[in-house]
């Protein structure tokens, strides 16, 4: 059973806005940091944003600083990724991680390798 299980991927054109949720299946992830990853076609995974299980701290990749928003409801067990003024190059799967490492040092992992727990992932594609 995959322990998180993203929704809310789709079409949508560029300057338009997509909401993903990452809900935890079968097991909570209290204490864990969260985070998004992406990958898009012929290209390696790389960081998105991350935050802590308080939600205090969170982190973002350069590329969306200002349009993503990432924030988390622990006693829905879900997490969220408010993504404005989409851009083409957004396009890619975006993968839900779990990890009890701090947002910080999910943020300089390469890839996001050695992270303890992924979704599956849903597309995004954005439209010029």
């Known amino acids: 059973q995959v322990p998180l299980v993203e929704s809310g991927g789709g079409l949508v054109q560029a300057g338009g806005s997509l909401r993903l949720s990452c809900a935890a299946s079968?097991?909570?992830?209290?204490?864990?940091?969260m985070g998004w990853f992406r990958q898009a076609p012929g290209k390696e995974r790389e960081f998105v944003a991350a935050?802590?299980?308080?939600?205090?701290?969170?982190i973002y990749a350069d590329s969306v600083k200002g349009r993503f928003t990432i924030s988390r409801d622990n006693a829905k067990n879900t997490m969220y990724l408010q993504m404005n003024s989409l851009k083409p190059e957004d396009t890619a799967v975006y993968y839900c991680?779990?990890?009890?490492?701090?947002?910080?040092?999910?943020?300089?992992?390469?890839?996001?390798?050695?992270?303890?727990?992924w979704g599956k992932g849903t597309l995004v594609t954005v439209s010029s």
């Open positions: 079968g097991r909570t992830f209290s204490g864990y940091t």
């Open positions: 991680a779990a990890d009890f490492r701090t947002a910080q040092a999910m943020s300089v992992i390469p890839g996001g390798y050695g992270i303890d727990y």
């Open positions: 935050i802590a299980y308080s939600g205090g701290s969170t």
